[in-house]
């Protein structure tokens, strides 16, 4: 089994800056890539940001310029530096993960969860 623990969440006001982190567990030969998406209420869950293994990342337009994903190979963990935040980014986080197991199985991973509140 592999799992993602994610952290980092809260309440920020506008303008203020977070930073998540997903941690990655289990029995893991390697990662692929890892991600960050979000679910706002009342919407679907969309990307916001994903890296490779190698280091290549892509942002979902609303974010370019103010988030910034990126990853330590040695630890399993991803991360997200969001700045200028917005109420408009309030949401639950979701770290992803394409992680090859130690069984040579390759295994799509969602963590739990983590909720960012922006006020305005």
């Known amino acids: 089994q592999v799992q993602l623990v994610e952290s980092g969440g809260g309440l920020v006001q506008a303008g203020g800056s977070l930073r998540l982190s997903c941690a990655a567990s289990?029995?893991?030969?390697?990662?692929?890539?890892m991600g960050w998406y979000r679910q706002a209420p009342g919407k679907q869950r969309e990307l916001v940001a994903r890296?490779?293994?190698?280091?290549?990342?892509n942002y979902a337009d609303s974010v370019k310029g103010r988030f910034t994903i990126s990853r330590d190979n040695a630890k399993n963990t991803v991360y997200l530096q969001m700045n200028s935040l917005k109420p408009e980014d309030t949401a639950v986080y979701y770290c992803?993960?394409?992680?090859?197991?130690?069984?040579?199985?390759?295994?799509?991973?969602w963590g739990q969860g983590t909720l960012v509140t922006v006020s305005s």
């Open positions: 890296i490779t293994s190698g280091g290549n990342t």
């Open positions: 289990g029995n893991i030969a390697s990662i692929n890539s």
């Open positions: 992803n993960a394409v992680v090859l197991s130690t069984g040579y199985r390759y295994l799509e991973v």
